[in-house]
């Protein structure tokens, strides 16, 4: 039984969609529980067949209760159905999600993967982001139109092809990357900055755009001529960019340099660790100690938020952009800093972030150094105090203190910020500490 | 483009948490459908079913929201118990249609407000519980607004004034994507509500908002249903 509430103790199954014995796929309805007021079709996890129902429409049962079960072949429905609960609570309470595979020792050894599945959920309820892990195609096959089209023209088995879409559905570059091509359409513009603009990435992190390379085309919405209706996305872009006219911002930049945070992100890459989390830590440290740039206007006057959470700007290949948040990114390491990236993209892409994920902002990074961009100023967010955006890393003829050249990486950041928080002294305060820590201590990054 | 729909006004109401600074989240986009003619209440369900499809198969596309009148007619959940219907079935006096809501059965007609929501509370809350006392808090802030105390009865769902209640509420959900809504009777006729006992409840007496102020009209309450629905979701009207 589902939590339709955090308050749900209960609910009463209205309807059984499914008879025992149908097929049911994955995202299908298979029944209708209410609760007060409110029907919700409770819809299956997995392909397969509804073997047997434990607790008949009509019936109430508590959250989290065994209420039918779902096996993956019709072979083993009579089985589940031997081996399933009684309709009685007590006897269903014991059984749980493994329990019918291992009581169904009779069956031939080819169904060894197969296990029937109760239809058991706890809170948090239906997040259909579960089944990453059953990527790998068992038979039936989900994939876009282009993508069935691109693997027939590139011999690619699509039953070998991981599939990154909603429910694990094969994208055009999903067989694009089985087949080893680089993916052409990278437009979740992943901040993969201070850009190691060489080609010396591993193929998966190489989102970048290569320099050397002539230029891809620029993207459109449209075809000359047209005028395309903007997204909701794009609408609330819109109305975010309109609300920043109402805010009195000024910009103050810094030159970074960033040989020292190269040689370390080469030596921390092997562990996962991306460049996104090491911007994410720097900005989130230094924020801790310039609390003023972590603040934002309200009308009560200055707030200072409770977290120091780092929204980082990522482009929506279908239009519009979002900004995942890394949470407490002071407080957290870097490995997690990337693992929680990795995922926040990934989920952002099949646009499966809840609000909170997205929202919880206290400060923005904005890069746009993986194109090769030396310098650009960024539209502060509304909520926020300041939005940092990063330029790519670039060699540069540099002139020290002691009047000798030489050439190092440099990285130009710009700070855009709201006057009534933040003042020109506090920005440059905070970019200098910045600076400081990533060019003279990098790797108190990892502590 | 209508400036005063559109602004983004940060709204600090008592459930709003000062921790989390708003970005793109707080507001999302919903069409509203005021239709000023009586809407056949299958031609309703036809426009829910065709938002709640598309929401729950392209996520991020548009919300909506309807504020209309129905001709005369039962509705029930595919929960509900026939035997509050107190007349056969197939000899109804009214069209009855079997719906995917959950409660009782009810009455829909002209002069009674009924407020459709398709929302996805994947962008506001997914919890029912949560949504069924926001759409109650709806009516009572309505109510409010036209100077009428609205209360709620502990363990049922609707708005009573008095011991009347004037608001039913009933929704189904899928994949968090919500279809129904709430209906509130202001200057209806009540004498449908005798056929059958509404929501299941026996001994329930109706009311309507002209019992309170006489001569108030469906067409006063709609824009300030339109105001505070758009409020509490944190809705931004989109063009048509």
């Given at each position: 039984m589902p939590a339709l509430s955090s308050t749900m103790t209960e609910g009463k199954?209205?309807?059984?969609l499914k008879n025992p014995g149908d097929k049911v796929e994955r995202?299908?309805?298979v029944l209708v529980v209410e609760s007060d007021k409110a029907d919700m079709d409770v819809e299956s996890f997995?392909?397969?067949?509804?073997?047997?129902?434990v607790m008949p429409a009509g019936s109430s049962a508590p959250v989290g209760e065994t209420i039918g079960l779902i096996v993956e072949?019709?072979?083993e429905i009579a089985s589940a159905q031997a081996n399933a609960p009684s309709t009685l609570p007590q006897a269903a309470a014991?059984?749980?999600?493994?329990?019918p595979s291992s009581q169904t020792?009779?069956?031939?050894?080819?169904?060894?993967s197969s296990q029937a599945t109760a239809i058991k959920q706890t809170p948090?309820?239906?997040?259909?982001?579960?089944?990453?892990?059953?990527?790998?195609?068992?038979g039936r096959i989900v994939a876009s139109p282009r993508a069935k089209k691109l693997a027939s023209q590139m011999g690619?088995?699509?039953?070998t092809v991981r599939g990154?879409?909603?429910?694990g559905r094969i994208q055009a570059e999903d067989v694009q990357s089985a087949k080893g091509?680089?993916?052409?359409?990278?437009?979740?513009?992943?901040?993969?900055?201070?850009?190691?603009?060489?080609?010396?990435?591993?193929l998966k992190e190489k989102k970048s755009v290569d320099t050397d390379k002539p230029p891809s085309a620029g993207k459109s919405f449209g075809s000359r001529g047209e005028t395309i209706a903007f997204n909701t996305l794009q609408q609330a872009v819109n109305r975010n960019m309109e609300e920043s006219l109402n805010t009195p911002c000024f910009r103050v930049g810094y030159s970074i340099l960033t040989d020292e945070l190269d040689s370390f992100y080469q030596q921390v890459k092997?562990?996962?660790?991306t460049m996104t989390a090491l911007l994410a830590k720097a900005v989130g440290l230094t924020l801790a100690r310039h609390p003023q740039v972590n603040a934002a206007f309200s009308s009560e006057g200055i707030a200072y938020p409770s977290q120091i959470n780092v929204a980082v700007a990522v482009a929506m290949e279908d239009g519009g952009l979002i900004t995942p948040v890394l949470q407490k990114a002071d407080e957290t390491s870097l490995a997690d800093l990337s693992l929680q990236w990795a995922d926040l993209v990934k989920r952002a892409r099949n646009k499966q972030l809840e609000p909170q994920e997205y929202s919880s902002g206290t400060f923005t990074l904005s890069n746009l150094?993986?194109?090769?961009?030396d310098r650009f100023d960024a539209i502060l967010p509304p909520g926020t105090g300041a939005i940092l955006a990063v330029g790519a890393s670039l060699s540069k003829v540099v002139a020290s203190k002691d009047g000798s050249i030489s050439i190092k990486k440099q990285m130009q950041v710009n700070l855009t910020a709201d006057h009534r928080v933040i003042y020109g002294a506090d920005g440059a305060l905070f970019l200098k500490d910045l600076s400081y820590l990533i060019e003279k201590n990098p790797y108190s990054l990892s502590s | 483009m209508n400036k005063k729909l559109h602004s983004v006004s940060p709204e600090s109401g008592p459930?709003?948490?000062?921790?989390?600074?708003?970005?793109?989240?707080?507001f999302s986009s919903a069409f509203l459908f005021e239709p000023k003619n009586i809407v056949p209440f299958e031609t309703a369900l036809g426009w829910q079913k065709n938002i709640q499809k598309s929401l729950i198969e392209k996520p991020f596309s548009s919300q909506a929201v309807w504020f209309l009148e129905h001709f005369s007619c039962y509705t029930i959940g595919?929960?509900?118990?026939?035997?509050?219907?107190?007349?056969d079935e197939n000899k109804s006096p009214l069209p009855v249609f079997r719906i995917e809501r959950g409660g009782e059965v009810t009455h829909h007609m002209p002069g009674q407000i009924v407020g459709y929501l398709v929302l996805d509370l994947g962008l506001h809350k997914k919890d029912l519980s949560w949504y069924l006392r926001e759409l109650e808090q709806i009516l009572i802030d309505v109510l409010d607004l036209l100077g009428i105390e609205g209360t709620r009865v502990d363990g049922l769902t609707g708005v009573w004034c008095e011991d009347k209640k004037v608001g039913s509420i009933g929704i189904g959900c899928k994949r968090w994507v919500t279809q129904h809504g709430f209906s509130l009777n202001v200057?209806?006729?009540?004498?449908?509500?005798?056929k059958i006992i509404p929501c299941g409840l026996n001994n329930v007496k109706l009311g309507k908002l002209s019992d309170w102020i006489?001569?108030?009209?469906v067409c006063d309450v709609k824009p300030l249903l339109r105001e505070t629905v758009r409020r509490r979701f944190k809705l931004n009207w989109e063009n048509i």
């Open positions: 199954i209205v309807e059984w995202g299908e309805s997995h392909d397969g067949f509804l073997a047997s129902i072949t019709a072979d014991n059984q749980d999600k493994e329990s020792q009779k069956k031939q050894a080819s169904v060894d948090p309820v239906p997040d259909y982001s579960v089944n990453n892990e059953q990527f790998l195609n068992d690619v088995d699509l039953a990154s879409g909603p429910h091509q680089p993916i052409s359409i990278p437009w979740i513009a992943e901040s993969n900055a201070p850009a190691r603009i060489v080609s010396d990435m591993p092997p562990n996962g660790v150094g993986m194109f090769g961009v | 459930n709003s948490n000062l921790d989390l600074t708003p970005q793109l989240a707080q595919r929960g509900s118990d026939m035997k509050n219907l107190l007349f200057n209806c006729d009540l004498i449908g509500f005798e006489p001569g108030i009209k």
